[in-house]
């Protein structure tokens, strides 16, 4: 690699910082991450920011700007209650997928912790918010800040005009059909403000077009006492766009008894929850890009001289922290961490790239001794979910280094079963079995409209199709589908069905929407 010209020059000494050695540090980053990486990430705004400004970020889901509501404060006062305690501590950063690229430090990390945040955040998550597929396909980088000042003001305005009580219960219903308001496949539609405020005007004269589709399609008065056909019913699934796994883009276009500002709000949580979307399915990759970025930045940084021995000890600390995976038997187990899972991969990645085994030269023919890790890191960053990212690149040497095995686990034995070890067959049904742990469709419900009763009550009909026999929580799903027959406006009733064999094997009756 090619070494910096002032290489021989301290970036800071001592652990206090002021904003020009932030933007000293910074600007030596960036060399080192575009000129010798060729990263590519938005440019960069940092700002500094207070623990109680940590604090109120983490409250309103990261977002620099939001919406109020009743559980921001809430999650608020849990989390300071636990910080003030000494039970949790605060994130170096926050980082907001947006451009240019907004970077949050805080002030009380030492100048070493600020350099390292701004290299992992500011370059290597901007890097891959920038160029993975998901974020491309799915998010708006352009427009998502406009947007959240959008969506504040105009609840806010809501407020004002129909009572907080209303707009609150809105928002609670929306915000417990979250996780069901996405497009799973890309409709990616760049959030102009512009035609936002069109729309919100458009809705303000006028009922939703789908309004009086939707009553268009009952039977004529003559039609009443005729039994419909196949064709009818077909006809219907058509006009209405069914079946509809997007639960809120349903309400938001064909709930019978909505305002139009009801709509506007649904449409808002819908957007937000498409925002998020790519970041549920990357969690493993993202962490283990902009991780990977960090500790490769902070050795060039040492490795030229620009920082001190100390800096780059105090790095290695925070850094292995970071990474550190407890055992499944250590007390302070909950699970893989995402960050050394992320770094272990890419950092094998590496060493295959330049000093291949026999081994890797079997598993992975195509990477092995090929000189070009960062060449190998960009395409995997830009190509690959966390599923697809683990089953295609997970080699035996993470497996054994991390002394991952796979169990059986069948609520019926009284025993676990270990059923995959470390050799050829099992290294392929660890990495199979812990890639179908990062799949979304086994974790979050696969639930759709299917029907609505227009000739009847109006009763929406959804379908859970369960994968291996895991039905909802009664009384969850309960509350859930309050909150749906309270946006319907009429009886809801789920059906679950298993989805390989399409029988019912559970059903909750209909649920009538409460008075507000």
């Known amino acids: 690699m090619n070494t910096i010209t002032d290489d021989a020059c301290l970036l800071y000494t001592g652990a206090d910082w002021d904003y020009a050695l932030i933007k000293r540090a910074h600007d030596a980053i960036e060399r080192i991450a575009v000129d010798e990486m060729g990263l590519d990430p938005y440019p960069s705004q940092v700002e500094v920011i207070s623990s109680e400004q940590m604090l109120d970020a983490y409250s309103s889901m990261g977002m620099p700007l939001f919406y109020r509501h009743w559980s921001f404060g809430k999650h608020f006062a849990r989390d ?11 994130a170096y950063e926050i980082v907001i997928n947006s451009n240019p690229c907004l970077c949050y430090i805080m002030e009380e990390n030492t100048m070493t912790m600020q350099t390292l945040v701004m290299a992992h955040a500011a370059f290597g998550h901007s890097h891959f918010f920038k160029n993975n597929h998901l974020f491309k396909s799915w998010t708006d980088a352009e427009g998502i800040l406009d947007y959240l000042d959008f969506a504040k003001s105009y609840v806010a305005q809501c407020e004002e005009r129909y009572g907080r009580w209303e707009v609150e219960r809105v928002l609670d219903a ?11 496949y890309p409709r990616r539609q760049p959030l102009n403000l512009v035609q936002e405020m069109q729309r919100k005007r458009d809705r303000a004269r006028y009922e939703e077009q789908t309004f009086n589709d939707l009553w268009r399609t009952l039977p004529r008065r003559g039609d009443e006492d005729e039994e419909p056909g196949a064709q009818d019913v077909s006809a219907r699934h058509q006009a209405l766009g069914l079946p509809e796994e997007n639960l809120l883009y349903f309400l938001e276009k064909r709930a019978p008894k909505l305002e139009h500002w009801q709509r506007e709000i649904l449409r808002i949580v819908r957007m937000v929850s498409q925002y998020f979307y790519p970041q549920k399915q990357t969690k493993v990759m993202n962490e283990g890009c902009a991780t990977s970025v960090h500790y490769h930045i902070m050795n060039r940084l040492y490795e030229t001289g620009q920082v001190t ?8 600390h925070q850094h292995t922290n970071v990474v550190f995976q407890p055992e499944f038997d250590d007390p302070r187990f909950s699970g893989i961490n995402p960050y050394a899972l992320g770094f272990n991969i890419l950092q094998d990645l590496k060493r295959m790239c330049l000093a291949p085994t026999a081994e890797d030269r079997r598993w992975f023919p195509d990477i092995a001794g090929n000189g070009d890790f960062l060449g190998t890191w960009k395409h995997a960053w830009a190509e690959y979910r966390d599923e697809s990212f683990i089953l295609q690149f997970l080699g035996p040497k993470v497996m054994r280094d991390m002394r991952l095995f796979a169990v059986h686990d069948d609520a019926a034995e009284p025993h676990l079963k270990v059923e995959a070890i470390h050799d050829d067959a099992g290294y392929r049904e660890v990495r199979r079995a812990l890639s179908a742990q990062y799949d979304l469709a086994r974790h979050e419900p696969d639930i759709q409209v299917v029907d609505v009763d227009l000739a009847g009550d109006r009763k929406l009909i959804l379908e859970h199709r369960a994968q291996d026999g895991r039905l909802l929580e009664e009384k969850d799903a309960r509350r859930v589908l309050q909150h749906l027959a309270n946006l319907w406006g009429y009886a809801v009733r789920l ?9 019912v094997i559970n059903e909750f009756v209909d649920v009538e929407p409460t008075q507000p």
């Open 80 to 90: 300071e209650m636990y910080y003030r305690k000494g039970m949790t501590g605060l």
């Open 174 to 184: 929306a915000h417990a059909l979250m996780s069901h308001g996405v497009h799973r």
């Open 309 to 316: 021995e100390g800096a780059f000890m105090e790095f290695l």
């Open 495 to 503: 059906y679950e069905v298993d989805a390989r064999t399409d029988t």
